[in-house]
């Protein structure tokens, strides 16, 4: 799977973690490889995790197998910047994104992206991972589960929510190559932006009819 999805023209790179939301990385994962974007899921490991263990224990009790563990994909793909993906993309969950937020690979990586000015997207808790993290994307608008709203906000980020805000993307906002969406219910707005940010508006067009989107 790795190899197929390098020789794709884009590049996606979806993490995961014990206490992931299942929804949110699954339909975000389908979406994407459907509008031909490669994408390869690393497994952020927990202290408990067994060290060649590529499985997740997901939110709500579904298994998910990752296709490498996030240290292996850096090692391969993006030990230097020009290896880095198109998009790095953070499920919620609120055990996962704790996870990911208590990793200190996750953060390098992301400020990493950050600094080369490439896409990386979040939903549900996931956007607490980015303040975590340094306050990566600070003063940014975006948006979360909004139970997370107060604490974004009091953290210098500019809360939005996308139906009030009157977001063309649906229920996503999107501040330049910084893109967050609600949560499980919002996860086919937040694939196919992150679609149409890298493979053009046409193409996710395209799938969310094929999808019987609308």
């Not at 589960?145 to 805000?165: C, K, L, N």
Request: overall charge neutral.
């Amino acid at each position: 799977m790795a190899k197929s999805a390098r020789n794709l023209k884009k590049r996606a790179l979806v993490l995961i973690a014990n206490g992931s939301e299942e929804m949110e990385l699954v339909i975000t994962v389908d979406v994407l490889r459907r509008c031909k974007i490669g994408v390869i899921v690393a497994l952020v490991p927990g202290p408990e995790s067994a060290k060649d263990d590529l499985i997740a224990h997901c939110s709500r009790g579904v298994n998910v197998k990752a296709d490498t563990t996030l240290q292996a994909y850096v090692q391969q793909y993006a030990a230097t910047e020009d290896g880095l993906p198109d998009a790095i993309i953070l499920p919620g969950g609120l055990y996962g994104a704790k996870a990911m937020a208590e990793a200190p690979d996750v953060g390098t990586l992301l400020e990493r992206q950050q600094k080369a000015g490439k896409l990386v997207a979040a939903i549900c808790a996931a956007p607490t991972v980015l303040l975590a993290h340094g306050k990566l994307f600070a003063g940014r608008r975006l948006t979360s589960y909004p139970a997370f709203r107060e604490q974004m906000a009091e953290a210098g980020y500019v809360w939005e929510d996308p139906a009030a805000a009157g977001s063309p993307l649906g229920r996503v906002v999107r501040d330049d190559n910084l893109i967050t969406s609600l949560g499980p219910a919002t996860t086919f707005d937040f694939g196919l932006a992150i679609g149409a940010a890298l493979a053009g508006q046409e193409v996710a067009d395209q799938v969310a009819a094929d999808l019987l989107y609308k």
